[in-house]
Structures are given as structure tokens and as C-alpha cells.
């Protein structure tokens, strides 16, 4: 059929509710910041003036908080730039790098409360349990308005957003944890629970950044997406009718909601390839949720995915051959 190479490429980004989306979440991302900053400095002399740990980890937690959020605000804005010839992407990553940032400090933040935990724990020093349920209280209350507006962002679909309430919902524990530990010792004189209290929201946020940690590696990494079975877009391709054969498959993600496929399929000869480009494509969108799309039609005088396959080439990825189905 004189068929060799056609390619099909689908764009859809959905951009309605892709910008909708975004200005929610620059919009949450401002107010908490503008929250959490207005109760950082109250919290910093708060956690001086009582000689406790719980409140000071909080604030310190806090201080991340803010740069987290102020960082997360700052790369939402660039990352709506346009494509340009060198970045034929944009800078949409500046997402995904701002959300490894946050993880990384939360992790940091966790291992410092640790050790001056571990510290405290030989020799518990006394705290001024009243003032310190107070101020813990004034903070817990901040954190739960500052969560309430970023759960009303772009957080289940954004990565980076995640990421700043994961740091918010981690210094809201730590409120909770203080007042917890000051309860304990006002009632009962246990100062030994500030640095306990401390050392079990120090584990919960460490558990919370490596979530968020290892989720933007996998996407630096272009590693497919987590909520995509990769051998089963490759099978359900080959089931279409007419396709013997599919190779070079990559699945990844260029940004939160913003998934990317690349393929080849080797087609029956004298088959007219367009029918199955444009079912191969409406398969990804309705069945996968990929509308960033490139296929590369071949018929199968083309050796493309055995030359690849000779020089060690990612032809392997995906690779499976297969009858038309009829």
C-alpha cells in the first residue's frame, strides 16, 4: 500500500478547566501563605518564651510552611509561561522540582526534631505548659484555615500543591501534638511528653515527604504514572482491529495532570492507517486519560522496532506483536 511511516498527534490538555484549575490553586496557595506567615513570628517567640520543643519544632515546621508555599506560588506562575524553541515544554517541571524541594526540607525538618528530641529525652527541661496550650492553640487554628483553602486548590490532580498541604497538614499534627504534651504536663507534670510528642510528628511528617519525595522523582525520572498499567495500554492496542503490532511505547508525566504517550504500531499491509490512528488515539483519551498523544504508523516493511531492538535500543519497552483482530 506504499505505506510507511504516518504519524498522529493529539493535544488536548483539556485547557478550560486546566487554567481553572491553576488559578485555583495560585489563589489557595496565596491565602494560606498570607495566613501562615501572619502566625509564624507569634509562634517562633511563643516556643522561646515557654522553652518548649513541641511548639518550637512546630515553628520551625512552619517557617518551611511558608517557604514551601511561598516556592510552590512562585513555580505555578513560571510554569504557566509558554512553550518557547528551547523549551519546547514550557518550564512546567519548575512544578515537580518545587515539590522535591518541599519534600526534601520536610524530611530535613524531621530528622533536626529528632535529634534535639533525642536530646531532650535524658533530661527534660520544665515548660511553661499553660502559655504553650495557648499558643499551640492559636497555631492550630491557623493551620486548619491555611488546609481548608488549599483543599479547595488543584490538590488531588497537582503534585505541587500536595506538597505544600502535606507540609501544612504535617505542622497542623505538630499543633496538635503540642497541645497534647501540654495538656499532659499542666495535669501532670510529664515533661518528658514534649520531646515524645515531638518525636511522633517528626515520623509522621518524614513519612508524609517521602510520599511526595518519591512521586516528583518518578515523574523527573520519566517514570509512567502510577495510576497507568503500561502493559495494559500496550494490550489493548494490539487489540484494535488491524494492528499486528505495537513497540516503543513510553508513558510519562510532564507536569501534574499533564500525562504523555509515545508509540509505534506496525499495521497489516494495504490496511488504511488513519481509522486505526484515530481509534488508537479516542482508546488513550477514554479508556486511559491521555490526551497528549504521538503514534507512528508502520506497515510491516519497516524494521524499525528490530533495529532498535539490535542496538540495545527502548524499542523493548512495550514491545509486543500479536493478530488483527476482527
Known amino acids: 500500500m506504499g505505506l510507511h511511516h504516518h504519524h498522529g498527534h493529539a493535544h488536548d490538555d483539556g485547557h478550560g ?10 489563589r489557595a496557595l496565596l491565602i494560606a501563605l498570607l495566613i501562615i506567615t501572619a502566625f509564624l513570628v507569634v509562634e517562633i517567640v511563643g516556643g522561646i518564651l515557654t522553652n518548649s520543643l513541641a511548639l518550637l519544632s512546630d515553628a520551625g515546621h512552619m517557617v518551611s510552611d511558608a517557604s514551601a508555599l511561598l516556592l510552590s506560588l512562585v513555580a505555578l506562575h513560571v510554569a504557566a509561561r509558554p512553550p518557547s524553541n ?32 533525642y536530646e531532650r529525652l535524658r533530661t527534660p527541661p520544665e515548660v511553661a505548659s499553660g502559655t504553650m496550650i495557648l499558643i499551640a492553640s492559636l ?50 507534670g510529664w515533661y518528658i511528653a ?18 511526595v519525595t518519591k512521586e516528583s522523582v518518578n515523574i523527573l525520572m520519566e517514570g509512567s504514572p502510577a495510576r497507568i498499567d503500561v502493559a495494559r495500554v500496550s494490550e489493548r492496542l494490539l487489540h484494535l482491529d488491524g494492528v499486528k503490532g505495537v513497540h516503543d511505547l513510553h508513558v510519562w508525566t510532564v507536569t501534574s495532570g499533564f500525562d ?24 488513550l483519551h477514554d479508556e486511559f486519560g491521555i490526551s497528549h498523544v504521538t503514534i507512528q504508523i ?9 533495529l532498535a531492538c539490535e542496538h540495545g535500543g527502548s524499542a523493548k519497552v512495550g514491545h509486543a506483536h500479536g493478530h488483527s483482530h476482527s
Open 17 to 26: 478547566h486546566h487554567h481553572h484549575g491553576k488559578g485555583a490553586s495560585k
Open 86 to 117: 528551547q523549551k519546547t515544554f514550557g518550564l512546567r517541571r519548575l512544578e515537580i522540582l518545587a515539590a522535591l524541594t518541599n519534600g526534601v526540607t520536610l524530611a530535613v525538618i524531621s530528622l533536626a526534631i529528632l535529634w534535639e528530641a
Open 298 to 306: 508502520e506497515d510491516e516493511t519497516v524494521r524499525h522496532a528490530e
Open 194 to 211: 514534649d520531646p515524645l510528642i515531638s518525636i511522633v510528628v517528626a515520623v509522621l511528617i518524614l513519612l508524609s515527604s517521602w510520599r
Open 260 to 283: 504523555s504517550l509515545t508509540c509505534h504500531l506496525t499495521v497489516e499491509d494495504d490496511r488504511p492507517s488513519y481509522p486505526i490512528l484515530n481509534e488508537a488515539i479516542r482508546l
Open 139 to 188: 497555631g492550630l487554628a491557623a493551620n486548619v484555615a491555611a488546609a481548608y483553602v488549599l483543599m479547595r486548590g488543584d490538590y488531588r490532580e497537582n503534585v505541587n500543591v500536595r506538597s505544600a498541604l502535606l507540609h501544612v497538614l504535617g505542622d497542623l499534627l505538630g499543633s496538635v501534638g503540642a497541645i497534647i504534651g501540654g495538656l499532659l504536663m499542666l495535669w501532670f
